[in-house]
């Protein structure tokens, strides 16, 4: 059974950072790109940072702009999202994926919760 599983998410004042990181299981990880998605209430899911399997290659959206850096573990079938300098406009729940680099893939976390706010 695929699982992807974020943990890290939480309530950090403007300017603070973050870590966010998913467990992948039930799935030869290694083999696949991941990615961190995060969609705001009202708003469409957006991709925030994706990263090749074997982490030669990574993808950020322009809003990211240096802040974020995507991260991974295949011996620890793990992804990582370290987020710095946040602003109130990165509130949004964040998904793991898996399975897609220049779209998103087919697996999908239960989403985590990250609310920046003073």
């Known amino acids: 059974q695929v699982q992807l599983v974020e943990s890290g998410g939480g309530l950090v004042q403007p300017g603070g950072s973050l870590t966010l990181s998913c467990a992948a299981s039930?799935?030869?990880?290694?083999?696949?790109?991941a990615g961190w998605y995060r969609q705001a209430p009202g708003k469409e899911r957006e991709l925030v940072g994706v990263i090749s399997s074997l982490s030669r290659n990574r993808k950020y959206a322009d809003f990211v702009k240096g802040r974020f850096t995507i991260s991974r573990d295949n011996d620890k079938n793990t992804v990582a999202l370290q987020m710095n300098s946040l602003k109130p406009d990165d509130s949004a729940v964040y998904y793991c994926n898996a399975g897609g680099y220049t779209a998103a893939g087919p697996f999908w976390g239960q989403g985590t919760q990250v609310t920046v706010s003073s």
């Open positions: 039930g799935f030869t990880f290694s083999t696949y790109a």
